[in-house]
Nanobody, 125 residues
Framework: QAHLQESGGGLVQAGGSLRLSCLFS????????MGWFRQAPGKEWEFVAA????????LYTDSVKGRFTVSRDDAKNTVDLQMTNLRSEDTAVYYC??????????????????WGQGTQVTVSS
């Protein structure tokens, strides 16, 4: 099982930007699709974005489309989540996750077998 480590969280004002990064520990990174999820206090887990192993056609939840961009660098074993025009409702702990291959259920938490510890993003209004 791969080890994932997120970084880049913090406190930002509404309208600002943050870039999250997730480092994947195994050399087989290019075979994995990567997802970002978040959980706000007292709320359900929410899918944010996912990028296939091929980097084709990333998926986004509707609330972040046009504001967040997911990308990967297979040479560095990293997946990034660039977040712009942040809103207070984006406040949450953000987690990256990894799954082999790609399926139509890429938005489902149960598809992912490896998870990071999470990084806090706080957006002040």
């Amino acid at each position: 099982q791969a080890h994932l480590q997120e970084s880049g969280g913090g406190l930002v004002q509404a309208g600002g930007s943050l870039r999250l990064s997730c480092l994947f520990s195994k050399s087989t990174f290019s075979a994995y699709s990567m997802g970002w999820f978040r959980q706000a206090p007292g709320k359900e887990w929410e899918f944010v974005a996912a990028i296939p192993w091929s980097s084709d056609r990333p998926l986004y939840t509707d609330s972040v489309k046009g504001r967040f961009t997911v990308s990967r660098d297979d040479a560095k074993n990293t997946v990034d989540l660039q977040m712009t025009n942040l809103r207070s409702e984006d406040t949450a702990v953000y987690y990256c996750a990894a799954k082999l291959g790609w399926t139509a259920q890429a938005q489902s938490r149960s598809e992912y077998k490896s998870w990071g510890q999470g990084t806090q993003v706080t957006v002040s209004s």
